[in-house]
């Protein structure tokens, strides 16, 4: 595969996905961001918890 002909398949891979918005249905963004939220206060307790000697 040439370069020109992989960068052609890559535009149209990215025209075809301007239809759809880029979202899928079931996500819903405050649920995302909420979980992610808690998994890192999660993560830096438990670092805390680790680093007892400061």
Do not use: C, K
Not at 3 to 20: C, I, K, N, P, Y
Request: proline share 2%; hydrophobic share 45%.
């Amino acid at each position: 595969m040439s370069f020109h002909s992989t960068a052609a398949q890559l535009v149209t891979l990215a025209a075809e996905g301007q239809e759809h918005g880029g979202n899928h249905e079931s996500l819903n963004p405050y649920l995302t961001g909420g979980g992610a939220l808690v998994i890192l206060l999660l993560m830096l307790w438990i670092t805390t918890r680790f680093n007892r000697d400061r």
